[in-house]
């Protein structure tokens, strides 16, 4: 198992990510001593779901300060009553883990009053994987821990998508329509690094516009998706009609569209700025690259766009990525028109070869090397 960046707090926590980031791994190696519960296991499941005391009960025998790990904790969002209380009356810590916000959404993850920090786990990333990565496996199989340490990558990558649509999606019953959303799933795949087009998405799948919307979100709470807002003037980001859509991992978007073979030259544009996107989120995240927003940019009334704009108060970065061997001046239009725009510290182009150079307008020309370099230093 490849060392993980994340670091432990030191108070309870939510660790929430999508199956088969390596979450339960990481914690049982983190927190060797914790008691645990898993409310995957269903006689667990359905006993606590039965009489809750009896978990409480269980938690009465722990000594003060002591670590509880709750795996699966959105299966019953009410077991956080108990752990309020047991983080109050008897100072117990808990690790609290899951692969979807929804149903802890709806109760509210503030039930526990701020009491529980929040963190994420991500696919891994290069500095987690260090000489066994491999840009051309990222963009063709993703990074996912249970897809990286399987013998065979294709066949584990299509039973994801299985167990996710059983364990996720029909288990927990948060669709009416099964059919409906598995025919959505690999439109959604073809959107990635898309301009989201809800219209389209609902012709495709057989659906209407509004169950789209309920898609998208499934996707976005269940962890797999997030949508990336276009970039607003007067130094704030919202969300506009059409925002982009991005899958955390390049194996699991090529999986849902049924696309496993090597990528076309037409896919690895997307699979490369998708690549980008989810190093950008978890450098967030996991606090080696800091930022108050992210966002793409699109001027009014423009034809072109720039992949991503990193603000830190008034200062910006702007960011843009290339699939091409060797990015010529076709590549560089949105850079060199994003600055014009306020507060713009610095322009990068990051292409997958090895050279580095600087243009005349003082536009950076980044290898994949020197740029995941400078990202793990904080850019």
Not at 138 to 153: E, R, W
Not at 236 to 258: M, S
């Amino acid at each position: 198992m490849y060392a993980r960046i994340i670091k432990p707090p030191k108070s309870s926590f939510f660790l929430l990510g999508m199956r088969g980031t390596g979450k339960s791994y990481w914690v049982k190696d983190t927190f060797k001593k914790a008691k645990f519960f898993d409310l995957l296991n269903e006689t667990d499941f359905q006993r606590y779901l039965t009489d809750l005391s009896l978990f409480a009960d269980e938690l009465r025998l722990l000594p003060k300060g002591s670590w509880v790990v709750i795996d699966e904790v959105q299966r019953l969002p009410q077991i956080l009553n108990e752990v309020h209380r047991a983080i109050e009356e008897h100072g117990l810590k808990f690790a609290l883990l899951g692969s979807s916000a929804r149903k802890l959404k709806r109760v509210g993850v503030n039930l526990l009053g701020g009491r529980a920090l929040s963190r994420v786990m991500y696919p891994l990333l290069p500095d987690e994987l260090k000489d066994d990565f491999s840009l051309e496996s990222a963009l063709h199989y993703g990074t996912l821990p249970l897809i990286v340490s399987s013998p065979d990558q294709r066949d584990q990558l299509e039973g994801y998508l299985k167990l996710y649509l059983r364990e996720e999606i029909q288990l927990e019953a948060l669709v009416r329509n099964l059919p409906g959303f598995a025919r959505f799933l690999p439109i959604a795949g073809l959107f990635h690094g898309q301009t989201i087009n809800v219209s389209e998405l609902a012709r495709s799948a057989g659906v209407a516009r509004t169950t789209v919307d309920g898609y998208l979100d499934i996707l976005e709470d269940t962890l797999l998706c997030y949508k990336l807002p276009a970039y607003e003037a007067k130094l704030r980001v919202k969300e506009r009609t059409h925002p982009k859509l991005y899958w955390i991992d390049n194996g699991v978007a090529r999986a849902a569209k049924g696309s496993l073979n090597k990528p076309t030259a037409e896919e690895r544009g997307a699979l490369f700025e998708g690549f980008i996107a989810m190093l950008l989120r978890a450098g967030k995240d996991l606090s080696f690259c800091d930022y108050d927003s992210l966002a793409y940019w699109l001027p009014p009334g423009g034809n072109t766009e720039v992949d991503f704009i990193l603000a830190r108060g008034k200062e910006k970065i702007a960011i843009e990525v290339k699939s091409a061997k060797e990015p010529g001046s076709t590549e560089l239009k949105g850079l060199k028109a994003i600055g014009e725009l306020s507060g713009i510290k610095r322009r990068i182009l990051v292409y997958p070869g090895k050279r580095d150079r600087l243009t005349q307008d003082k536009i950076e020309i980044l290898g994949i090397e020197t740029f995941l370099r400078q990202l793990s230093s904080g850019l």
